[in-house]
C-alpha cells in the first residue's frame, strides 16, 4: 500500500468532505479508498481500520 493509512483516509475525508457528504458517508468513502489501495485487505478490516484512525485522519486533514 502506498502512503500511509493516516493519508490515505485523510485524502478520502477530504474528498468527501468538498461533496458534501455527511460523517456516515465519510467513513464509507474511506473503507472504499482503502480496498482500492491494497486489493488483500477485507471490508471488515478496512472498517476497523478506518474506525480506529477517523479521528485523527479527520483532524490532521480538517479543511
Known amino acids: 500500500m502506498n ?3 493516516i493519508e490515505i ?3 478520502a475525508i477530504v474528498a468527501a468532505r468538498r461533496l458534501g457528504l455527511d460523517c456516515a458517508e ?3 468513502t474511506a473503507r472504499a479508498v482503502l480496498l ?3 486489493a ?3 471490508p ?3 472498517r476497523i481500520l478506518v474506525d ?3 479521528s485523527q485522519a479527520a483532524g ?3 479543511v
Do not use: P
Open 36 to 38: 482500492a489501495h491494497d
Open 3 to 5: 502512503g500511509s493509512l
Open 9 to 11: 483516509i485523510g485524502s
Open 60 to 62: 490532521d486533514y480538517a
Open 26 to 28: 465519510e467513513r464509507d
Open 44 to 46: 471488515g478490516v478496512a
Open 52 to 54: 480506529q484512525l477517523y
Open 40 to 42: 488483500s485487505l477485507t
